[in-house]
């Protein structure tokens, strides 16, 4: 029987993470994250966590219930949309506790060199948000938003990477 829990924890963090890229890519093209994403992140973890302890299900429960209070937040403030609110709530799912603070560095290293290659001549080579101008000053790409599901997604892969291991 080991071998088949073995089977479905790949499956499963197989699954998470095609999904993860399927978001950053619609994320980055588009600038929405459809629900059908966080759900099947949060439909993976349901399937990698069958037959795993149940501080798996409770950590990973109060883990994406905590970042989903604080996304609501940031989204309230216009800081994040509500799509990267749902994906973040869903990532941290995977991670726990024990994983939240890989889930965060990564996300926020990801999001910077996101933000700085925005701003950098790069920035003209990226889609622009639909319904917005063209990027002209630098004054103006500072207001433009980001598609920050990419970053996201690259902190889950990560938290879903080191999923192997356990």
């Known amino acids: 029987m080991p071998d088949a829990t073995h089977l479905l924890?790949?499956?499963?963090?197989?699954?998470?993470?095609?999904?993860?890229v399927a978001a950053a890519i619609t994320d980055a093209t588009t600038y929405?994250?459809?629900?059908?994403?966080?759900?099947?992140?949060?439909?993976?973890?349901?399937?990698?966590?069958?037959?795993k302890p149940a501080p798996v299900w409770y950590y990973g429960a109060a883990v994406a219930a905590l970042m989903l209070?604080?996304?609501?937040?940031?989204?309230?403030r216009g800081m994040l949309g509500g799509g990267d609110v749902k994906?973040?709530?869903a990532a941290a799912?995977?991670?726990?506790?024990?994983?939240?603070?890989?889930l965060l560095m990564v996300t926020s290293l990801a999001g910077g060199a996101l933000a700085l290659a925005h701003l950098s001549p790069l920035g003209r080579l990226m889609p622009?948000?639909?319904?917005?101008?063209?990027?002209g000053d630098f004054r103006s790409r500072l207001q433009q938003p980001i598609p920050f599901g990419v970053a996201i997604a690259t902190g889950g892969v990560a938290v879903a990477l080191t999923r192997f291991a356990s």
């Open 9 to 20: 924890d790949w499956i499963a963090i197989f699954a998470v993470t095609v999904t993860f």
């Open 32 to 51: 929405l994250i459809p629900h059908r994403y966080p759900a099947a992140v949060a439909l993976a973890f349901a399937f990698y966590a069958i037959g």
């Open 69 to 76: 209070a604080i996304g609501v937040l940031l989204f309230d």
């Open 87 to 89: 994906l973040l709530a």
């Open 93 to 102: 799912l995977w991670s726990g506790f024990e994983q939240l603070p890989l």
């Open 128 to 135: 622009a948000r639909p319904g917005t101008p063209a990027l």
